[in-house]
């Protein structure tokens, strides 16, 4: 039986004793087969972004990757592979984990698979704030800063907008939409009245792209994961348990209000931290999620982490492309998501059509 | 089926993302008990919403509102009279769009254009310039609006718009493409490479949405123009970011304009439209059944796929014809269907009327404010539709009880 199947029942249950504060009692089942499929995913975003490294102008054997990387190289290597490439890898990996975890909670939240931060505004404000920055001559350290800042500040809008004695989900996408395109509206707007050369390098950014990332961007992406996605994982059961609707979520003992907008701030938070990185990266977020749940069934924390890790392996297998396969002209990294990732989501949605019958 | 199987089905959910738009429970081996949900499938939020309304047997579904409420507009006499005055505030809204612009003209100016033209600088400005615009923006704004009632109407949705097959994209990478190898630089070019890329967007889309046993389902419709869209709009951003001369070139246009058109453009999509809104309004009963969900309409004796077929190509004409014309617009097949189901309820063959008289309504008020804010140059129309419609959609979505999905 392949991975491809329906999910077999094997799990193994992990439980931490209660101990003498019964609140901290940590439970969580693990689904083999989803635990499988992680480590696959893993191994194989791994073994591309060494070989990502290993390619470009200056060729580095795969072994001297690893060396350097890990700090116990040789020394000849280490400005290509820890100033110019490593940060790169490493800030495709946050991106595309951050991007993809983003949109699953979304998806989950709003229970409709067309939902991605790009729909509902988030993108929308990063990208009118980093672009404002972008063709008014601002420094391009502020972007980043203004990327985040938008993004933050859109969905806050959003929230206090679908705000009426509670949150409701269709609410909060019909909103979004339309935050989005006021926002959108307004980038278009900046992007016809401003002069050719700076609109270029905006447009440049409008499309995502991963050239010249450095440790900052690094370190920042890192800070955003270590804190959103514990927080995301922990957030998991009210999750599934508002999957259900709100009224058997609280007959289930789940507060819906607080679930909501925890999940609602950690999405957007996620994706937020990810457009500040690399710009808004289209499509990861949107379909990297639903591959994920074909592969490996409805929303886990389990499955939310396979959906990060193919998001990351999504982005760098992207970024290889982008950088290598046309050279010597590197395209950016936001152009080839979709290319890479629309083939496969089609044929997976043409097998589990079929096996529909 | 095995527990967590039936698990989710009876909590209206599936274990895989069910690319058809129909309930399969009943279909699957031993019939999975649905327990109290009705339509035991995972769809879009708002899709088994609407279901719901239907299978209680509540009045026909739109924005789902509690049984008892009523609209502003009831009966023949009430909804014949609103559209009398819509038709009445479009005329209105015409002349203006002929009175305004960078050279204020009055009433007697414009209408003497027509009727004693006498070559002088008004008379030009009005007959070349602003009149094609107005007529534009009357066949464009209509257009939009009604393939939007018929796309949400059709894929029970309402979040659905045109765009979703992907036309916009579509029509956009033919334009990049057409400005980049062959150097296109007239509006009236552009329109034939605009409508040839919508077409084959669309019916990529919807070969891509029609595979499998259940045919061309509403979400599986959807996600195929997300896939398309994305890609298409990657393919774009190629070319935009490395061609600095086609950038220039396009951003006009991709913000949608109307703006720069001769009337040669609109004799070349007028056929399309003109076509379609008849099509369109014809249907109108069909959509009524066909947005009862598709077990009610199979029941009352419709061909579902059929009608879908009919209405896709509809939407196709139409949608497609406006992107060629005047760019992508976007917020007219989004907002006025939404703003006309609360004037009237959910009666499509009124929807679809008054769409045709309020979406140009919209657009030309659009046009005529872009062209006031910024005189002497002008906003184009794409962008202050979407600064204008989003806030009163948003207004409108606060204002109406949604359902808890």
């Given at each position: 039986?392949?991975?491809?199947?329906?999910?077999?029942?094997?799990?193994?249950?992990?439980?931490?004793?209660?101990?003498?504060?019964?609140?901290l009692?940590?439970?969580?089942?693990?689904?083999?087969?989803?635990?499988?499929?992680?480590?696959?995913?893993?191994?194989?975003?791994?073994?591309?972004?060494?070989?990502?490294?290993?390619?470009?102008?200056?060729?580095?054997?795969?072994?001297?990757?690893?060396?350097?990387?890990?700090?116990?190289?040789?020394?000849?290597?280490?400005?290509?592979?820890?100033?110019?490439?490593?940060?790169?890898?490493?800030?495709?990996?946050?991106?595309?984990?951050?991007?993809?975890?983003?949109?699953?909670?979304?998806?989950?939240?709003?229970?409709?698979?067309?939902?991605?931060?790009?729909?509902?505004?988030?993108?929308?404000?990063?990208?009118?704030?980093?672009?404002?920055?972008?063709?008014?001559?601002?420094?391009?350290?502020?972007?980043?800063?203004?990327?985040?800042?938008?993004?933050?500040?859109?969905?806050?809008?959003?929230?206090?907008?679908?705000?009426?004695?509670?949150?409701?989900?269709?609410?909060?996408?019909?909103?979004?939409?339309?935050?989005?395109?006021?926002?959108?509206?307004?980038?278009?707007?900046?992007?016809?009245?401003?002069?050719?050369?700076q609109?270029?390098?905006?447009?440049?950014?409008?499309?995502?792209?991963?050239?010249?990332r450095?440790?900052?961007?690094?370190?920042?992406?890192?800070?955003?994961?270590?804190?959103?996605?514990?927080?995301?994982?922990?957030?998991?059961?009210?999750?599934?348990?508002?999957?259900?609707?709100?009224?058997?979520?609280?007959?289930?003992?789940?507060?819906?209000?607080?679930?909501?907008?925890?999940?609602?701030?950690?999405?957007?938070?996620?994706?937020?931290?990810?457009?500040?990185?690399?710009?808004?990266?289209?499509?990861?977020?949107?379909?990297?999620?639903?591959?994920?749940?074909?592969?490996?069934?409805?929303?886990?924390?389990?499955?939310?982490?396979?959906?990060?890790?193919?998001?990351?392996?999504?982005?760098?297998?992207?970024?290889?492309?982008?950088?290598?396969?046309?050279?010597?002209?590197?395209?950016?990294?936001?152009?080839?998501?979709?290319?890479?990732?629309?083939?496969?989501?089609?044929?997976?949605?043409?097998?589990?059509?079929?096996?529909?019958? | 089926?095995?527990?967590?199987?039936?698990?989710?089905?009876?909590?209206?959910?599936?274990?895989?993302?069910p690319?058809?738009?129909?309930?399969?429970?009943?279909r699957?081996?031993?019939?999975?008990?649905?327990?109290?949900?009705?339509?035991?499938?995972?769809?879009?939020?708002?899709?088994?919403?609407?279901?719901?309304?239907?299978?209680?047997?509540?009045?026909?579904?739109?924005?789902?509102?509690?049984?008892?409420?009523?609209?502003?507009?009831r009966?023949?006499?009430?909804?014949?009279?609103?559209?009398?005055?819509?038709?009445i505030?479009?005329?209105?809204?015409?002349?203006?769009?002929?009175?305004?612009?960078?050279?204020?003209?009055?009433?007697?100016?414009?209408?003497?254009?027509?009727?004693?033209?006498?070559?002088?600088?008004?008379?030009l400005?009005?007959?070349?310039?602003?009149?094609?615009?107005?007529?534009?923006?009357?066949?464009?704004?209509?257009?939009?609006?009604?393939?939007?009632?018929?796309?949400?109407?059709?894929?029970?949705?309402?979040?659905?718009?045109?765009?979703?097959?992907?036309?916009?994209?579509?029509?956009?990478?033919?334009?990049?493409?057409?400005?980049?190898?062959?150097?296109?630089?007239?509006?009236?070019?552009?329109?034939?490479?605009?409508?040839?890329?919508?077409?084959?967007?669309?019916?990529?889309?919807?070969?891509?949405?029609?595979?499998?046993?259940?045919?061309?389902?509403p979400?599986?419709?959807?996600?195929?123009?997300?896939?398309?869209?994305?890609?298409?709009?990657?393919?774009?951003?190629?070319?935009?970011?490395?061609?600095?001369?086609?950038?220039?070139?396009?951003?006009?246009?991709?913000?949608?304009s109307?703006?720069?058109?001769d009337?040669?453009?609109?004799?070349?999509?007028?056929?399309f439209?003109?076509?379609?809104?008849?099509?369109?309004l014809?249907?109108?009963?069909?959509?009524?059944?066909?947005?009862?969900?598709?077990?009610?309409?199979?029941?009352?004796?419709?061909?579902?796929?059929l009608?879908?077929?009919?209405?896709?190509?509809?939407?196709?004409?139409?949608?497609?014809?406006?992107?060629?014309?005047?760019?992508?617009?976007?917020?007219?097949?989004?907002?006025?269907?939404?703003?006309?189901?609360?004037?009237?309820?959910?009666?499509?063959?009124?929807?679809?009327?008054?769409?045709?008289?309020?979406?140009?309504?919209?657009?030309?008020?659009?046009?005529?404010?872009g062209?006031?804010?910024?005189?002497?140059?002008?906003?184009?129309?794409?962008?202050?539709?979407?600064?204008?419609?989003?806030?009163?959609l948003?207004?409108?979505?606060?204002?109406?009880?949604?359902s808890?999905?």
């Amino acid at each position: 039986m392949s991975l491809l199947t329906t999910p077999r029942r094997t799990a193994l249950r992990v439980q931490v004793p209660a101990g003498r504060a019964r609140r901290l009692h940590v439970s969580t089942r693990v689904d083999l087969r989803v635990a499988a499929l992680v480590s696959v995913v893993v191994v194989l975003a791994l073994v591309i972004a060494t070989w990502t490294m290993t390619l470009g102008e200056f060729p580095v054997p795969f072994a001297d990757v690893l060396t350097t990387s890990l700090g116990r190289g040789d020394g000849t290597y280490d400005f290509v592979v820890r100033t110019l490439r490593l940060p790169r890898t490493l800030a495709a990996i946050g991106v595309g984990v951050a991007l993809a975890t983003s949109g699953a909670i979304f998806q989950a939240l709003v229970r409709n698979p067309l939902v991605a931060p790009d729909i509902i505004g988030v993108n929308a404000g990063a990208s009118l704030a980093a672009v404002f920055v972008i063709v008014s001559g601002g420094t391009s350290a502020l972007i980043p800063v203004a990327a985040l800042f938008g993004a933050l500040g859109t969905t806050a809008g959003v929230y206090g907008l679908t705000w009426r004695k509670g949150i409701s989900g269709n609410r909060l996408v019909l909103v979004g939409i339309g935050v989005n395109a006021v926002l959108a509206a307004l980038t278009t707007l900046l992007i016809v009245r401003y002069p050719i050369e700076q609109v270029s390098s905006a447009v440049l950014w409008l499309t995502g792209t991963l050239y010249a990332r450095s440790w900052e961007h690094v370190a920042g992406i890192a800070i955003g994961l270590a804190v959103l996605v514990p927080a995301a994982l922990a957030l998991m059961p009210q999750l599934r348990a508002l999957q259900l609707g709100d009224d058997i979520a609280r007959a289930l003992g789940s507060r819906a209000e607080p679930a909501r907008t925890g999940l609602l701030v950690a999405g957007a938070a996620l994706a937020g931290s990810a457009v500040a990185v690399a710009g808004p990266v289209g499509f990861v977020a949107l379909m990297t999620p639903h591959i994920a749940r074909m592969l490996a069934g409805p929303l886990t924390g389990g499955v939310l982490m396979l959906a990060g890790a193919l998001g990351a392996l999504l982005v760098l297998a992207s970024d290889l492309i982008a950088q290598h396969a046309f050279s010597p002209i590197s395209l950016p990294v936001g152009v080839v998501t979709a290319a890479v990732g629309a083939p496969y989501f089609l044929y997976l949605l043409y097998r589990s059509n079929r096996r529909l019958v | 089926m095995n527990t967590r199987g039936r698990l989710h089905a009876a909590a209206g959910l599936r274990p895989a993302l069910p690319l058809d738009g129909g309930c399969t429970c009943s279909r699957s081996a031993g019939g999975v008990g649905r327990g109290s949900t009705t339509g035991a499938t995972w769809r879009p939020a708002l899709m088994s919403g609407i279901q719901a309304t239907a299978h209680r047997g509540a009045s026909a579904p739109g924005l789902d509102r509690a049984p008892g409420t009523t609209t502003p507009l009831r009966g023949l006499t009430g909804r014949s009279l609103g559209l009398l005055g819509a038709t009445i505030g479009l005329g209105i809204v015409v002349l203006a769009s002929l009175r305004v612009g960078s050279v204020p003209l009055d009433t007697g100016t414009a209408i003497a254009a027509f009727t004693a033209f006498d070559g002088s600088n008004e008379h030009l400005i009005v007959r070349s310039l602003r009149l094609p615009r107005t007529l534009i923006g009357l066949g464009v704004g209509a257009a939009l609006a009604v393939a939007g009632g018929v796309m949400q109407a059709v894929t029970r949705n309402a979040l659905a718009s045109p765009t979703i097959l992907g036309i916009n994209a579509g029509a956009s990478f033919a334009i990049v493409t057409a400005v980049f190898v062959l150097g296109v630089v007239t509006p009236s070019m552009y329109v034939w490479f605009a409508f040839a890329g919508a077409l084959a967007t669309a019916v990529v889309v919807y070969l891509l949405g029609a595979v499998g046993p259940d045919g061309p389902s509403p979400v599986k419709l959807a996600l195929a123009g997300a896939v398309v869209t994305a890609l298409l709009g990657s393919w774009i951003s190629a070319i935009l970011v490395f061609n600095q001369r086609t950038l220039d070139e396009v951003r006009f246009w991709l913000a949608g304009s109307l703006a720069g058109r001769d009337l040669g453009v609109f004799w070349q999509v007028s056929p399309f439209l003109i076509a379609g809104l008849i099509a369109s309004l014809a249907l109108g009963r069909q959509l009524n059944t066909i947005s009862l969900g598709e077990d009610v309409a199979a029941a009352l004796g419709q061909r579902a796929a059929l009608v879908r077929g009919v209405c896709a190509v509809v939407v196709v004409g139409l949608a497609g014809a406006s992107v060629a014309a005047a760019g992508p617009i976007g917020f007219i097949g989004l907002a006025v269907p939404h703003v006309v189901r609360t004037l009237v309820g959910a009666d499509y063959r009124w929807i679809l009327a008054y769409s045709a008289v309020l979406g140009p309504v919209m657009l030309l008020a659009s046009d005529i404010l872009g062209r006031i804010v910024a005189r002497p140059s002008e906003i184009q129309v794409g962008i202050v539709t979407a600064i204008v419609g989003a806030p009163f959609l948003i207004h409108l979505v606060r204002r109406r009880k949604l359902s808890a999905v």
